[in-house]
């Protein structure tokens, strides 16, 4: 006598999403004057965030003006949030706190606006533009790598040689 026996299972499927580590920046401008910037998280994993601000003068066609570069207090004024953000001496500005998929970082900038006797060059204006990125906030050492961060009870205290 021969006994066949057979043992059919439904096959498993693991569906694996990528982490994507993505932001924008998202900020007011009236009357010549840039308030309220702040980045939002559309990616889909909590997210560190740093910002560079670059300021220069441009004129209709983008083109940057060669000779000297707007003078903080002097050419514009840049009222800066000083408490959630940590500031590098690499030029970024470090958003202390993770923030969630579709979450945003608390303002960075309040208001900036060019300067009453500003010496703005003929046929120029101030161009202040936000460089925002992103880097997953799990595990830790992605950001202590990567950024040169210390990380301490899920807070940024320092990154990129920041001063405190």
Known sequence: ???????????????FVPAQVLCEISESFQ???KTNVLVKNTGNTDAYIRAAIV?????QDGNIYGGAKPILNTDYTLELNGSDWVVGVDGYYYHRASVAPAGVTEILIKKCEVAQNAAVPVGYSLAVEI?????????ETAVCEN???TV???????A????Q
């Open 152 to 158: 301490e009870n899920g807070m940024i205290t320092s």
């Open 55 to 59: 300021v220069n003068w441009k004129d």
């Open 31 to 33: 009357n010549n004057v």
């Open 1 to 15: 006598t021969l006994a066949f026996i057979s043992i059919k299972t439904e096959p498993k499927i693991n569906t």
């Open 131 to 139: 460089v925002a990125s992103a880097i997953q906030a799990a595990p």
């Open 160 to 163: 990129g040689g920041a001063q």
């Open 147 to 149: 950024w040169n961060a």
